[in-house]
């Protein structure tokens, strides 16, 4: 095994055993890495012990050893080794000098330590120790603007060993099960290109919505893969006792044969489209700061922040809104919610000022404006050979790529380190992801609108045809 494990290669082991198995058997460096949140993690600990004088290691082994060397507190050491024949090269967020050893320091963002916590923090201290260094095994474990100490022992690095092994050991990668960091994922078309064999075996469990409870009960009328979910014949029993058996029956149908299945035909699926139409995205922290519009290939955007009265902000919104006259596309409800709320807040200021007429006007258009969900429209109306059906999962699937490796929770992240440094390299990248969210939207809504103009599978269903996938009995 010549790949070299990392911080972010345990991450995936126990996020996603799939993607790990995908990186083991890659020759390429495939992996993308989210490092977002990182500097937020080192900034917590410099926060958190103002008093010490950091020498940076820079995720460097050298700087790491003479550092360690001077006795110094040390600052994103890094320690690399090999153990039981796996290579492995991992970093820690610090090391504190304490009483002859050295302790280490983890931040993290989740409420508790997780496994993958327990298996860096174990795993490094073996590795300090082939690097000559004592470290104690009672870890600093610090969140936010707390931490606790706890003690860690080998079993850290035996459930990495035992993960790891089973993980190599296997002759056919493990089912699916990551959710957020599918949009970071390089091996996303690979983990979506199985042969239709494949997948008629697969778990009932690999399918959108069925969890654990669900496969149990699954399993109890005799139901473990997904092409026992498709010969399965619809009983009445079946029906009553297995909540949306028929959603699950269609899901599995349409992800064993790779094809999209349409109930309602394209052309009755969007209403009153006239011209191109807009495509519309909104990124919010607490509260909604960036609007995104791409109307043919003109980005516009609009931001709410503190600089500007936010009256004349949305006013600017509202009125680049009334001009559209056109559908205003987005996906899930969150932006229609959003500009219903900034029209009605609008229109009470207005009314405060005495400008009621203006406040109506404004309402009046906004509602005057078709807002089209294309998320709605998706889970009404199709089933695709997804297990997700975010618009990173869908839009993925069409071919589209996003130019900026973020999503929501790392937009964020930018998005504070924009108004913290004022460094607009920090909203250029917002920007960027904005935009794309709104051609991934386009991407979508042009495929439901012509599926044909896509290479990927589809079949419109009248109801026979449903109820013949679904084997009423
Ligand atoms: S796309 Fe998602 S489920 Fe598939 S391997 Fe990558 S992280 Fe795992």
Wanted: proline residues 3%; contains cysteine.
């Amino acid at each position: 095994m010549d790949r070299v494990i990392g911080n972010n290669e345990i991450y995936y082991m126990f996020t996603c055993p799939r993607m790990f198995y995908f990186f083991l058997q890659d020759e390429t460096e495939n992996i993308v890495v989210e490092n977002a949140l990182e500097n937020d993690r080192i900034s917590n600990v410099k926060d958190y012990f103002k008093n010490i004088s950091w020498v940076d290691a820079k995720k460097n082994i050298e700087i790491t050893k003479r550092t360690a060397n001077n006795e110094a507190d040390i600052l994103n050491p890094l320690f690399e080794g090999v153990i039981n024949g796996v290579k492995l090269r991992l970093a820690v967020h610090a090391l504190i000098r304490k009483k002859e050893k050295y302790q280490i320091v983890i931040s993290h963002l989740s409420r508790r330590p997780s496994k993958r916590h327990h298996v860096i923090a174990s795993t490094f201290i073996l590795l300090s120790r082939q690097n000559g260094l004592t470290v104690s095994d009672n870890i600093i474990f610090l969140r936010k603007k707390s931490m606790k100490i706890q003690k860690i022992k080998d079993d850290g690095y035996q459930l990495f060993f035992e993960t790891f092994q089973e993980i190599t050991n296997r002759k056919s990668p493990p089912p699916a099960s990551g959710t957020r960091i599918c949009n970071f994922c390089g091996f996303w078309e690979k983990c979506h290109s199985f042969n239709v064999d494949d997948r008629s075996k697969l778990p009932v469990s690999s399918i959108r919505g069925i969890g654990t409870n669900m496969s149990t009960m699954m399993k109890s009328y005799g139901i473990d893969t997904l092409g026992d979910l498709i010969d399965a014949p619809l009983t009445g029993e079946l029906d009553e006792k297995i909540k949306n058996i028929r959603r699950y029956k269609l899901q599995a149908f349409s992800f064993v044969k790779d094809t999209a299945l349409f109930l309602n035909p394209p052309e009755k699926l969007i209403k009153n489209e006239q011209n191109n139409g807009v495509y519309f995205d909104i990124e919010a922290d607490d509260s909604p700061y960036l609007f995104g519009f791409l109307q043919n290939n003109d980005y516009k955007y609009f931001l709410l922040d503190d600089n500007n009265s936010r009256n004349s902000q949305i006013e600017a919104i509202m009125k680049y809104i009334e001009r559209l006259q056109v559908n205003l596309y987005h996906y899930c409800e969150y932006e229609n919610r959003v500009l219903r709320e900034l029209s009605n807040e609008l229109k009470q200021q207005l009314k405060n000022e005495k400008k009621a007429d203006l406040g109506t006007k404004f309402l009046r258009s906004f509602y005057d404006t078709p807002m089209i969900d294309i998320y709605e429209i998706i889970i009404k109306n199709i089933f695709t050979p997804l297990r997700h059906y975010s618009l990173k999962s869908i839009a993925k699937w069409l071919g589209f790529k996003w130019r900026i490796g973020l999503d929501g929770r790392s937009s964020i992240q930018e998005y504070r380190r924009w108004l913290n440094t004022g460094n607009k390299k920090h909203l250029e990248a917002l920007l960027l992801y904005n935009e794309d969210d709104c051609r991934a939207t386009r991407i979508v809504k042009e495929w439901i609108s012509n599926p044909s103009d896509f290479e990927h599978k589809f079949i419109i269903l009248n109801r026979r045809d449903v109820d013949d996938i679904l084997k009423i009995k």
